[in-house]
């Protein structure tokens, strides 16, 4: 006669709620995670890469929490970053009368459901998946907790008017390539009100293949004229816009009408002409090279709004 074997496992917390969710929510799924901890429970969750899933997911691998993320596909959405910590749900509805209802990520929500000793429910007042999950659990007399947040504010139909700059500063440079017979280039837009306060700014850079730097500075200068072109309300640009950049010869092509005897020149130069003829009010500004670089380098990765 053998000896009883005795098994133990981890209590399984549940945490569910929107992948719409405010910082107060967000903040909710991460004291949950810290309370499983220090309560020695593990942790089930979803594998939405937004929301409370995604908070909960990584406040688990921040803080040594064992979680399981469930899924409907062989690779998670967003996974934790320990192995053996995901698993895929078989998408097959339930045998019984209502299975319609519950397809899709409800399979996998009261798959999640059966699994759990606990639920919490973050719900932001609107999510019918997380409402219908604390339902089942509740249904099935599971322990479960619904923690119901305000709904957030629903936005303004009305689009905010943009404001108009007086002054986009456009910045370009180029240089070669280590080991490479390509150029490097980059431009940076900044956007200036009336008073000088910055609208927006953004920067892009890309590899160009042509034959000298001031080609290249060129085919950035045609790229971000691009982009501004494509944003314009009217047919000319209600703002001044100021070219900033090093190269005499660039200047001397564009700003002052120098001969254009280099059959690539001509091609660049040309398509510039015609993509300035929608900035009426430009102005040329040639500085030193270090300037050129320590301008760019002050400008952020993007704005409250980019051109």
Same mark, same amino acid.
């Given at each position: 006669m053998t000896d009883p074997v005795y098994t133990c496992r981890q209590y399984r917390l549940l945490i569910t709620g929107s992948r719409?969710?405010?910082p107060e929510i967000l903040d909710m799924a991460r004291r949950a995670v810290t309370r499983a901890k220090s309560n020695g429970w593990m942790v089930l969750v979803g594998d939405n890469p937004q929301g409370v899933d995604a908070a909960v997911i990584d406040a688990c691998d921040a803080l040594g929490v064992n979680v399981l993320v469930c899924g409907t596909a062989s690779q998670p959405r967003k996974g934790s970053q320990r192995e053996g910590s995901y698993w895929q749900v078989d998408m097959k509805p339930r045998d019984d009368d209502d299975a319609t209802l519950f397809d899709g990520y409800a399979v996998r929500?009261?798959?999640?459901?059966?699994?759990?000793?606990?639920m919490l429910a973050i719900w932001n007042g609107q999510s019918r998946g997380t409402k219908a999950g604390f339902d089942y659990a509740r249904q099935i007399r599971k322990t479960a907790n619904l923690v119901t947040f305000e709904p957030p504010q629903k936005a303004s139909t009305r689009l905010p008017v943009p404001r108009t700059p007086h002054t986009v500063e456009l910045i370009i440079d180029a240089g070669n390539r280590p080991n490479d017979l390509t150029f490097e280039g980059v431009? %940076?837009?900044r956007a200036l009100d009336s008073k000088g306060d910055l609208l927006y700014d953004a920067t892009a850079s890309s590899t160009v293949d042509v034959h000298t730097s001031d080609a290249a500075r060129m085919q950035m200068l045609i790229m971000a004229?691009?982009?501004?072109t494509a944003r314009l309300k009217t047919d000319q640009a209600p703002y001044c816009l100021c070219i900033f950049q090093s190269s005499k010869n660039v200047e001397g092509w564009l700003a002052h009408g120098w001969k254009r005897n280099v059959p690539e020149v001509q091609r660049l130069t040309a398509k510039i002409d015609a993509l300035l003829k929608r900035f009426p009010n430009l102005a040329w500004v040639k500085m030193p090279h270090a300037q050129v670089v320590s301008k760019l380098s002050?400008?952020?990765? %993007?704005g409250a709004a980019r051109p």
């Amino acid at each position: 006669m053998t000896d009883p074997v005795y098994t133990c496992r981890q209590y399984r917390l549940l945490i569910t709620g929107s992948r719409h969710a405010t910082p107060e929510i967000l903040d909710m799924a991460r004291r949950a995670v810290t309370r499983a901890k220090s309560n020695g429970w593990m942790v089930l969750v979803g594998d939405n890469p937004q929301g409370v899933d995604a908070a909960v997911i990584d406040a688990c691998d921040a803080l040594g929490v064992n979680v399981l993320v469930c899924g409907t596909a062989s690779q998670p959405r967003k996974g934790s970053q320990r192995e053996g910590s995901y698993w895929q749900v078989d998408m097959k509805p339930r045998d019984d009368d209502d299975a319609t209802l519950f397809d899709g990520y409800a399979v996998r929500d009261r798959w999640m459901i059966d699994l759990c000793d606990r639920m919490l429910a973050i719900w932001n007042g609107q999510s019918r998946g997380t409402k219908a999950g604390f339902d089942y659990a509740r249904q099935i007399r599971k322990t479960a907790n619904l923690v119901t947040f305000e709904p957030p504010q629903k936005a303004s139909t009305r689009l905010p008017v943009p404001r108009t700059p007086h002054t986009v500063e456009l910045i370009i440079d180029a240089g070669n390539r280590p080991n490479d017979l390509t150029f490097e280039g980059v431009y %940076g837009l900044r956007a200036l009100d009336s008073k000088g306060d910055l609208l927006y700014d953004a920067t892009a850079s890309s590899t160009v293949d042509v034959h000298t730097s001031d080609a290249a500075r060129m085919q950035m200068l045609i790229m971000a004229l691009e982009r501004l072109t494509a944003r314009l309300k009217t047919d000319q640009a209600p703002y001044c816009l100021c070219i900033f950049q090093s190269s005499k010869n660039v200047e001397g092509w564009l700003a002052h009408g120098w001969k254009r005897n280099v059959p690539e020149v001509q091609r660049l130069t040309a398509k510039i002409d015609a993509l300035l003829k929608r900035f009426p009010n430009l102005a040329w500004v040639k500085m030193p090279h270090a300037q050129v670089v320590s301008k760019l380098s002050k400008i952020g990765k %993007g704005g409250a709004a980019r051109p």
